[in-house]
C-alpha cells in the first residue's frame, strides 16, 4: 500500500547534481532514522547473534531454532533462548541495478529507490566497528567492494553505486548469480540484504535460501505502480528493457483487469517464495513514502524480537 499522505521520494540520481543529492539523501535518511534503532543495528534484522543469554517462554512466531529443549523438558512448557547479538556486524548487499530498475513512472526510478535502500542500510547498521560491503550486478557486470567500516567508507560506497554506469537497454539480469557470488566462498555470519525488483520468476529462490543458512538475510523489494496496474490512457507502448521488447496494446478495461491480475499473481509468488527462504521482506514503492515505511518495517522487527513488548 502506498504511504499515506504526500509522498517522499529520493532525489533523482539523474539531475547533474550527484554530490548534492547524495548530501540531501543522507540527511534525509540521518533526520528521519536516528534514533529509531536503539543497540546498534537491532530491529533492522535484529540478528540472533552467538552467545547464549536468558530462556523464556516460546511465543508465537518465534524462531524454532531457538528452542531450548533442555528447558523445555524441565517445565514441559516450550522455551527458547535467547541470544545477544554480535557486537560486531559485517553487512553484505547484493544490488540488482539491472536495466529494469531505471524504470519510475512515479517521482522517482527504481534504480534510485534502490540506492536509496542502500543509503539507508548503511545508516542502520554503521558504527561499533560494523562494516558494509556490496555486490552491485547490472547484468554486464558485477562490481564488487569490499567491506570496510565508518561514515566516508558508507559515503564513498553509495557515491560509488550511484555512479555505476547503466547496462545497455536489452541486457537481461542475473539476480541468481549475484548472489551466489555471494554465498561462494562462505563468508563470515553476517547480515545480508539483496535489493531488487525481483522480476521474472524467482529461480533465485535456492540460491537465497542457501544464503539464508548462514546470515539473518532481509530482501528489499522495490516497485513501481504501473508495474502493479495500467492506467486508463488508451493505446501505450509496453518495453521490456532487459530483452528490448515493445508492443503497443490498448487499455481496455479488460486488459486493465487481467495486468492487474497477473501482477498481484506475481507478486503474490514473490513473497511466498522470499517467506520460504527465511527472508525479512521489505517492499519500497516509488509513489510511497519510503523512509515512512522503513520505519514500520524495522519497529515491527523489533516488536516481533522482543516478543511485542515495546
Not at 23 to 28: C, D, K, P, Y
Not at 137 to 164: D, N, W
Not at 289 to 305: E, G, S, Y
Request: aromatic fraction near 4%; glycine fraction near 10%.
Amino acid at each position: 500500500m502506498p504511504g499515506h499522505g504526500r509522498a517522499v521520494h529520493p532525489p533523482s540520481l539523474r539531475d547533474g547534481r550527484l554530490e548534492a543529492t547524495l548530501r540531501t539523501l543522507e540527511l534525509t535518511v540521518r533526520g528521519r532514522l536516528d534514533g529509531l534503532l536503539q543497540g546498534n543495528h537491532l530491529g533492522l534484522v535484529p540478528g540472533p547473534g552467538s552467545e547464549p543469554g536468558e530462556a523464556r517462554p516460546y511465543r508465537a512466531g518465534d524462531d524454532v531454532r531457538r528452542m531450548d529443549w533442555a528447558v523445555t523438558a524441565r517445565t514441559t512448557e516450550p522455551h527458547v533462548r535467547e541470544t545477544i547479538a554480535d557486537r560486531e556486524l559485517e553487512t553484505w548487499v547484493v544490488l540488482d541495478l539491472s536495466p529494469s530498475l531505471d524504470f519510475g513512472t512515479a517521482d522517482c526510478e527504481k534504480r534510485d529507490l534502490a540506492v536509496a535502500a542502500l543509503a539507508a542500510v548503511a545508516h542502520l547498521t554503521r558504527g561499533g566497528g560494523n562494516r558494509i560491503g556490496a555486490l552491485v550486478a547490472t547484468g554486464e557486470r558485477t562490481h564488487r567492494f569490499p567491506p570496510r567500516g565508518g561514515i566516508g567508507h558508507a559515503r564513498t560506497l553509495i557515491r560509488q553505486v550511484a555512479q555505476t554506469p547503466r547496462a545497455a537497454e536489452g541486457t537481461r539480469g542475473d539476480l541468481t548469480a549475484a548472489i551466489e557470488q555471494l554465498r561462494r566462498p562462505p563468508r563470515r555470519r553476517g547480515l545480508a540484504v539483496v535489493i531488487s525488483d525481483f522480476l521474472g520468476e524467482p529461480e533465485w529462490e535456492r540460491a537465497l535460501r542457501g544464503l539464508s543458512a548462514r546470515h539473518d538475510l532481509l530482501a528489499v523489494e522495490v516497485l513501481d505502480p504501473r508495474e502493479l496496474d495500467l492506467p486508463d490512457v488508451g493505446t501505450v507502448v509496453l518495453a521490456d528493457p532487459e530483452t528490448g521488447e515493445q508492443r503497443e496494446v490498448e487499455t481496455t478495461p479488460l486488459l486493465r483487469r487481467e495486468y492487474a491480475a497477473a501482477a498481484s499473481a506475481h507478486r503474490d509468488r514473490v513473497a511466498t517464495a522470499l517467506r520460504r527462504t527465511g527472508a525479512a521482506h521489505l517492499r519500497l514503492r516509488t509513489d510511497s513514502d519510503w523512509i515512512a515505511d522503513i520505519v514500520r518495517f524495522a519497529l515491527a522487527r523489533k516488536r516481533a524480537w522482543s516478543g511485542g513488548a515495546g
